[in-house]
Each structure stands twice: as C-alpha cells, then as structure tokens.
C-alpha cells in the first residue's frame, strides 16, 4: 500500500514561514508527478504547485513566494512557503502519480493544516 504522510504544517504570522514535507512510502516502483493542494472549507481543491521530470508549475497566487523541490532524497516532497499571506490559510494535501508494482495509482495525503493569523 502506498502512503503520503505531510508535516510541516502549522500556526504563522504573515509574512512568514514555513516549510512542509511529504513523505512517500510503499511498494513505489516510480514516482512520475508530485504536488502540493490545498483547500478551504467550502471551496474547491486547487493545485499550489506540481513537479514533474518536464518541470515546475505553480498557481499564480503563490509565484515568487512558494517554492517546491524534490531533492535526490527517496520520495521526498517539499513546499518552501514564504511572505505568507491570510489567503494562503487552508488544509495543504500531498499528492502523486505512482508507478507500483501492479500498475498506477493516483495517491493523496491526509492534509496539514496551516493558519496564517496575527
């Protein structure tokens, strides 16, 4: 069974920062996409940012503040968030497109949650 397990979440002033991590574990054959949702209560999940082996794609609202990287450390995910802002409040969801051993899996975290408040 694959699992993503998120950290990182928490409680920051604006302007701040914080850092949240994924971690994947399982049967993982190959991760071939990994991204970072998030969502409010009574609003769609959107995407924040996504890498993959084409590149990086991020959410308007989050460019130049929010960084995502998977560095060479075994299924591994980050999300550098900085400049922090009350909009960016909201439930923060791991995901990823696995190649295990019996075929694809479209995989989601449990959510961590980060509150921007003074």
């Known amino acids: 069974q694959v699992q993503l397990v998120e950290s990182g979440g928490g409680l920051v002033q604006p302007g701040g920062s914080l850092r949240l991590s994924c971690a994947a574990s399982?049967?993982?054959?190959?991760?071939?996409?990994m991204g970072w949702y998030r969502q409010v209560p009574g609003k769609k999940r959107e995407l924040v940012a996504d890498?993959?082996?084409?590149?990086?794609t991020y959410a308007d609202s989050v460019k130049g503040r929010f960084t995502i990287s998977r560095p060479n450390v075994k299924n591994m995910l980050y999300l550098e968030m900085n400049s922090l802002e009350f909009e960016d409040t909201a439930d923060y969801y791991c995901?990823?497109?696995?190649?295990?051993?019996?075929?694809?899996?479209?995989?989601w975290g449990q959510g961590t949650l980060v509150t921007v408040s003074s």
């Open positions: 995901h990823a497109f696995i190649q295990d051993l019996l075929g694809y899996l479209e995989v």
């Open positions: 399982g049967n993982i054959e190959r991760i071939t996409a």
């Open positions: 890498i993959r082996d084409t590149g990086e």
